[in-house]
């Protein structure tokens, strides 16, 4: 032993820790740049958010100095990028773990704000003494300006004073002081000169002194104002010291309210019929989605945009009146749910008054059913009155925990906490709705006996729900209450554009009459308000009937019905005069209403109907259908019942020939009745089946759509090969015969105009030996049509079906491209070398004047014919006209200025100068009136070729695509229809087609040549120095002027020149180092403006000062300058 006692110290082991409370300062430990916090930067704790008893975020309000303010700062992501970004803050948001690593307790951060805002005051004060000294010291003030007008100077030393300043005191006191100094000191051009150069250097000098003044005010107000975010945070901190406090308080006032309804508190009962509870095995059902009154009592009763939640007593009637209306609401006979009034927004007029009843009208309540009791309680609760479901969701409660970009909220992130308050909130909200609940059946036994009560078993614990209740998710889909149809049915909207389509004359319709007729569908049954009307029309007659079954016709291209009206007519001396009669009613002109206007019965029935009447999903827009939908169904029930026994007559004839597939022969006998009922314009079936030539029409019809039709596909099939054309679709006609829809072969069809949108549709007769051409025509492949029963299609029907064509037919198009082709002879009569065609076109106006004024009204006024010359064809997406060239008003004074025939031109002038009152001037004005021929468009074709007699006679310019003032340059029609063609092109869903003999083989318009005008073909050669200006490298515009070095705003130009003339003409003005000049030929100026008009779509002819201050005139040599706006 060596006797050495080994002491060993105890290791001792220091720990610093500080509870965390809202209210404390914590100093950031380094810097946090993608939050703009900066090292040693003492920030508040305003928040702190628990999770399961256990601190999970920690909330910092933004240092005052950044509060609320846009900064701009940089930051390094994960992936290690810098990256910049401007954001606005007030609080900072950090994970507990992770607040405690960059953050340690502050205990000086009183003297830390202390100091910060002394700093802030102390600079504000500085401030207001430097303003001060600057307004008591005017020495201080001169330097102030000095110091400025010398920093000016060196920034640009070319704005140095023409005058030295000993110089300008001069001129200041010349023109300061009184006037007679002035005049006896010797004016001259020099001194006056020079006073009006010290007279702008004295209003600089105050310019200076006043910018400066309003800078240092700027100054002071933003240091004052720096203030205020400090004292803020000082309020910030004491109600984040009492947070935990506040919500303690907040949670128990909830659950006392939770209370106020158990007990009932302001609950209110509402008994609408009173009966015998449901059998005690009934569970209690909660059914999820909100249901709507009105859209519920739509079904028993007509209802209008009246509807709100002052008439809910009809609701309360319907329901004691109607079973019906009570199992389509509640699907158990013991069942709850939430009801509100309506969903629409109903019109009061006034705003005020609009806003209370609106939420009346939303306002939320239960409804009630146990056997043949029904009650109504409303909850006083805020949120209940908007609550949306009964029960959440499925998905209600994830959405609460998804991001904006659907990403996952997790346990993780900050915003964990915001969320799981939304969820408790939530929460709250449906447990209330079962603590309602609970304490209605603890008081009312307002759910009946369901339940053994001995138990004690907790109403609103889980064993309980899964024992005694039933959850129907009717809101998400995934409940009893789905609709298994929405997926194979139309929507409203499309059921009734089905329907609609297939309008054609001899269609039934059933009618709205108050919302298809107006003004510009039915003139003699309405007319415009000169008022300020609801409807902006008023009826001139009354209806029969409110709602009815037309027959369509077709007239004039349109589809009309009639409408039985009654029309009073009323005189002071005689009794009222009633007269009935039909009036016209055009569909095709009709187009949306507040409901829905009429409906096409060609494929209705009444299931069809009901589905949509009975859809609680698509009764959300009942007002616009639903009235209809009802009665109409209840009319084709009727018929379908008074039909049934022909129907049966029909379908014994198929089994006792044993016809076709005996699963496909009912709906054989559908389609038959539906093609046999449009041919006989909307006939009975009962006069079909009683006439015996009809009979035998339907057993046929029948038979091919049955069996026969089928069966002659490979005959048919093998016929298409021989002809040589593809199948589309083959038919059963209304005429009882087999149809065969064919695609046209490449030389068949004609793209001009518009592309070739008819198949070529083939009558087809059955023989022995296979099928036989009875005759062939040209129509389109509708997308529906009801008059014609398909048998079969062929897969390129898909290219053909639904096209739509401008044309009213292909022998219409044929006919328009004919007589386009017209023209070409006429406008060789219009050739001043052509007397004999003058003389003819002479004649011709003479014939259609006498006609125009003597036969016709003329509004008592000398009428003149239009003349008009088709020479195209222009298609504007569902519209076709005429291109027309000649004159509205002016064709008389062409013929008689370029007619030789004295004795002709006298009879012209006899016969025009005649028929006016006043005839002086009239023969002077139609020798020397200068005339022009022009282009124009309609739809109209002249009455009296080339001339039209119809002084109503509608005509419109065509779409040049440029304005008027670039139009006036184009005196050549080669030109015009140039630009009609360029514009034309642009357009998806233009065309324009040119008569084939008004241009060359060489692609020339021949038209000026047909005129014989020399004017229009003496315009010399040009060229075009295209003029493009690149910006400089720092981005500012490229050109400068060169008289005055401001900038020259236009970028790119085009000059039309003489040939030969100097490229740097161009820019003789102007200083451009960086540019392009390109130069370019052209036989004529008009060629080079639409040249230009090409390369710039918005180009305009440049004139001085018309685009800038600064612009100068056209460089002499330069005919036109076109500018690229």
Known sequence: MTGIVRIEQPVERI????????????????????????????????????????????ILRTHPSKHGQHIRFEYTDESGRTCGTTRSFTQHRFLFDDFVNKFTFAADSKEVRESEVQACQQLAQKLTVELSEAMTNPERMKEII???????????????????????????????????????????EESIKGMMEAARHGHKLAVIQSEWLQGKNNEITRAVQAVVPYYQEMAAAQLAAFEESRENVESLMKGIASLDLFIGKDVVVNTIIKGNSAPSDIPLTFVQKKLLMDEELAVYLDLGDWFDFTKADLFDQALQKHPGLIEQIFPTQRCVLVMAVTRRHVNYQDPWEAAAKDFQNRCVFLLVRDGENIYQVCSPVESHLGAHTLFPERDEQDALFRGFDGSRITFRDVAYTDRLRAHEKMALHYKRFLILCCGLDQRERLFGEFYDRSSNINFISMDFQEKYCRFIHDADGTGLLSDPEAD?????????????????????????????????????????????????????????????????YQKNEEIYVDVPVVQHTYSRNAKSDKREFNAKVCLSKFRTSDSLGYLCLDTVKSADL????????????????????????????????????????????????????????????????????????????????????????????????????????????????????SPLRLVVMPNGKLGLYVAPRAEERNDAAEKHKWAIRVVLSLTRTGVKEVSRSWALVNELSVSECTLKEWPLVDEWKG?????????????????IELGRETLKRLNPSNQEGLSELAELWINAFEEMNFYRPTGGIVQ??????????????????????????????????????????????????????????KLDNLANKKTSLGLFCTKQRPDMAPFSADRNIETYGPDFGVNHAVLTHMVSFKSQIALIQQEADRGLHRRFTIASNLVSSA?????????????????????????????????????????NGETFWHKHWCDLCKPGTEESLALSHIHAPDHVITRTSFSSKEDAILFVLKTMPQARKYEKDFFRDNDFDVPDGIIERWIDR
């Open 610 to 725: 009901e589905y949509y009447i009975h859809n609680r999903r698509i009764r959300a827009n009942h007002l616009y259908y639903i009235r209809l939908f009802k009665e109409l169904a209840a009319l084709l029930k009727l018929e379908e019942t008074h039909e049934e026994q022909y129907r049966s007559k029909m379908l014994a004839a198929l089994n006792a020939g044993n016809i076709g597939d005996e699963n496909d022969r009912v709906a054989a006998v559908d389609k038959t009745i539906q093609t046999w009922r449009c041919a006989n314009r909307g006939a009975s079936l009962q006069s079909g089946l009683e006439d015996e030539k009809q009979w035998k029409a339907l057993l046929a019809m029948m038979d091919l759509i049955a069996w026969r039709g089928h069966a002659s596909i490979p005959q048919i099939e093998c016929y298409c090969e021989q002809l040589g054309n």
């Open 1003 to 1043: 692609g020339e318009l021949l038209i000026d040549q047909l005129l014989g005008d020399a004017a229009r073909d003496a315009d010399e050669p040009v060229d075009i120095l295209e003029v493009v200006i690149n910006p400089a490298p720092t981005g500012e515009p490229g050109a400068k002027l060169k008289k």
């Open 803 to 819: 096209l739509k064509s401008v044309f009213e037919s292909y022998d219409r198009k044929l006919k328009a491209l004919a007589d």
């Open 15 to 58: 720990e610093r820790f500080h509870s965390l409370q809202g209210g404390q300062y914590w100093r950031a430990n380094e810097a946090i740049a993608e939050e703009n916090i900066a090292a040693s930067e003492v920030l508040l704790i305003e928040s702190l958010r628990w999770v399961d008893n256990k601190l999970h975020t920690v």
């Open 864 to 921: 003149k014919p239009v003349m008009m010359i088709p020479i195209g064809l222009i298609v504007d997406r569902e519209e076709w006209s005429y291109l027309y060239l000649g004159t509205r008003g002016s064709a008389v004074e062409y013929i008689y200025q370029n007619l030789n025939d004295k004795a002709l031109k006298a009879r012209v002038a006899h016969r025009l100068i005649s028929n006016y009152e006043v005839k002086e001037g």
């Open 488 to 552: 194979t049915r139309p929507s409203l909207e499309s059921y009734i554009k089905q329907a609609n389509q297939h309008l054609r004359s001899g269609s039934r319709v059933f009618c709205e009459w108050r919302q298809v007729v107006n003004p510009v569908t039915a003139p003699g049954a309405a007319k415009d308000d000169s008022g300020n009307g609801y409807r902006g029309h008023s009826f001139t007659v009354d209806f029969v009937k409110s709602r009815s079954t037309s027959v369509a």
């Open 146 to 188: 000095a110091e400025r007008l010398e920093k000016e100077q060196t920034e640009k030393s070319e704005n140095k004073l023409n005058t030295l300043p000993a110089t300008i005191d001069q001129y200041t006191n010349l023109a300061t002081g009184p006037l007679e100094n002035t005049l006896t000191s010797g004016v001259n």
